[in-house]
C-alpha cells in the first residue's frame, strides 16, 4: 500500500467518526492537523569513508492531553506521510487507552539491515542530535519501531542525556533493562493483543479451547500471540513471515518454529507442516486470524476471502477502509490497531512512570495492570458500539476523538 494512501485512510477514518460525534467544520480540522512537523538532514560517515546524507522525520500530532510519544521507524518506505498517518494513530491509540499522551512518530528511510552497527550508531546519534529541540521526556518520548530495537533507544538515550549534562532514562521507552527499561515491555504489544481476544472470544462465546488462530508476522508480536493463545488451548494452525510461512490443519508444533527462528533459520523452510505464501493465509478457515506483520495487507482485494470470526489488528492500520466495509457485512469482528496493539504503549508508559520515581515494578504487577487495562477498554469500545450501532473501530475512534476534543475545550485557544 503506498504510504499516502495510508494517511488518507487515516483521515477517513477519523471524519467518520468526527461527524458520528457531530463535529463542526473548524474543530475536524483541527483534529487532523499536526502540532510540529519537523524534517531534519542527517549526515552520516559510513564505514567505506563515503558521507551519506539521511533524511529524518518526526512529526507531533497532538499534545492536548500530555506530552507527545511515539516510535522511530527505520525502513527504506519511511516518508513524511506514512510518519504522520502513525503520528494520528499514535494520538487516538493513547486516548482510547486513557493515556496522558498525545501522538508523535518519527524516521529514517534507510535498511538498517545492510548497515553496519557502527553506522547504525552514528546515524542515531546525528538524527538525536537534530531533533533535540523538540524532544524532551516531558515534550515528546520516542520509542523502538519497526527496524529499531532496545539499543537504538540506548543510543538516542545517551546522546539526549550528553546534551543536557545529566542522565534523563526517560526520553525513550523500550530501552535496556539496566538503563531504566521495564520488565514486560518486550511482550506487551502482544499480550495486548492476546487480552483482547480473549475478551472478543467471550463475546462471541468462542470456546478457546482448540480455537484455530493463524497469524501473519511472527516477529515479537506475532510469536507473543501465538505462545500465549496457545497457553489458553487454541490450535496455532498458521503462521507466516516475509517470505511465506507453514499452516497445519490440527496445529503447528511452536516449539520447533521458534527454536527455528531463533536459531537463525527460516520460518518457510521449517519442516512442520505445508508451507504457505502470505496470500494464502488470508483465505485458511480459522476462528481468529492476527495480521501482525506491516500495514496495508487485507484489502477489497482478499477482505472477501477471509473466514475468520475474529480479526486482531497486531500490527498498524493492517486493513483498509474497503476491507472494513466488507468484512463488517460479512460480520467478522474487527478488533481495531488503537485498541488491540495498545499494549506496547501501555507498558511504555509504565516504563515512563517508572523512570520518572526511580521506583520500578515487578513483571507480575505489569501483565497484571495492562491485562486490566486492556480488558476495561476493549469492555468500553464494544459498550459504545452497540449504542451508536457502529463497528468496535468506529467507536474506538469515537471515544479517542471526543477525549482530544473534550480536552482541546477546557483548554480552550491561547493567546
Known amino acids: 500500500m503506498p504510504t499516502s494512501q495510508s494517511l488518507t485512510h487515516a483521515m477517513t477514518q477519523i471524519e467518520t467518526a468526527a461527524l458520528r460525534l457531530g463535529l463542526d467544520a473548524g474543530n475536524r480540522r483541527r483534529i487532523l492537523a499536526c502540532d ?22 518526526r512529526v507531533q500530532h497532538n499534545n492536548t492531553l500530555g506530552p507527545t510519544k511515539g516510535g522511530v521507524r527505520y525502513h527504506p518506505d519511511v516518508t513524511l506521510e506514512e510518519v504522520t498517518a502513525l503520528a494520528m494513530l499514535m494520538t487516538w491509540k493513547c486516548a482510547l487507552m486513557s493515556l496522558p499522551y498525545g501522538g508523535a512518530k518519527g524516521g529514517i528511510p534507510c535498511d538498517p539491515r545492510a548497515m553496519s552497527r557502527g553506522e547504525l550508531e552514528r546515524m542515531t546519534r546525528r538524527y538525536t542530535s537534530e531533533i533535540f529541540l523538540i524532544i524532551g521526556p516531558d515534550v515528546d518520548i520516542l520509542a523502538p519501531d519497526l527496524g529499531t530495537d532496545e539499543q537504538v533507544m540506548a ?36 499480550r495486548g493483543v492476546y487480552y483482547v481476544s480473549v475478551e472478543a472470544a467471550k463475546l462471541l462465546g468462542l470456546s478457546l479451547e482448540g480455537a484455530r488462530v493463524a497469524i ?23 503462521v507466516t513471515g516475509s517470505r511465506g510461512g507453514r499452516y497445519q490443519s490440527d496445529g503447528l508444533d511452536l516449539d520447533r518454529l521458534l ?19 502470505n496470500a494464502e493465509l488470508f483465505g485458511l478457515p480459522c476462528d481468529i486470524l492476527v495480521p501482525a506483520a506491516v500495514g496495508g495487507q487485507i484489502t477489497a482485494a482478499n477482505a472477501d476471502r477471509i473466514r475468520a470470526r475474529i480479526l486482531a489488528e497486531g500490527a498498524n492500520a493492517p ?3 474497503e476491507a472494513d466495509a466488507i468484512l463488517r ?17 501501555t507498558a511504555s508508559y509504565f516504563e515512563w512512570v517508572q523512570d520518572l520515581q526511580f521506583y520500578f515494578w515487578t513483571e507480575r ?7 486490566e487495562i486492556m480488558s476495561q477498554a476493549f469492555r468500553r469500545v464494544h459498550a459504545m458500539a452497540e449504542e451508536q450501532k457502529t463497528d468496535l473501530r468506529t467507536a474506538a475512534l469515537m471515544i479517542a476523538v471526543k477525549r482530544v476534543t473534550d480536552g482541546q475545550r477546557l483548554r480552550g485557544l491561547y493567546p
Not at 259 to 277: F, M, S, Y
Open 36 to 57: 510540529r512537523s519537523l524534517i531534519v538532514s542527517v549526515p552520516t560517515a559510513m564505514d567505506d569513508g563515503r558521507l551519506h546524507v539521511f533524511t529524518g522525520y
Open 155 to 190: 543510543w538516542i538515550m545517551d546522546t539526549y542525556s550528553m546534551q543536557r549534562g545529566v542522565t534523563v532514562p526517560g526520553i525513550v521507552t523500550g530501552k535496556p533493562l539496566l538503563l531504566g527499561g521495564s520488565l514486560g515491555r518486550r511482550e506487551a504489544t502482544g
Open 216 to 238: 501473519q508476522g511472527f516477529g515479537n508480536v506475532g510469536r507473543t500471540v501465538a505462545q500465549q493463545l496457545k497457553q489458553e488451548g487454541c490450535r496455532i494452525v498458521a
Open 259 to 277: 527454536a527455528t527462528v531463533n536459531e537463525g533459520g527460516r520460518l518457510e523452510e521449517c519442516p512442520v507442516g505445508d508451507r504457505i505464501t
Open 319 to 321: 486493513t483498509t477502509p
Open 329 to 345: 457485512e460479512r460480520g467478522v469482528l474487527v478488533i481495531p490497531d488503537i485498541l488491540a496493539n495498545a499494549g506496547g504503549v
Open 365 to 371: 504487577e505489569i501483565n497484571l495492570r495492562l491485562r
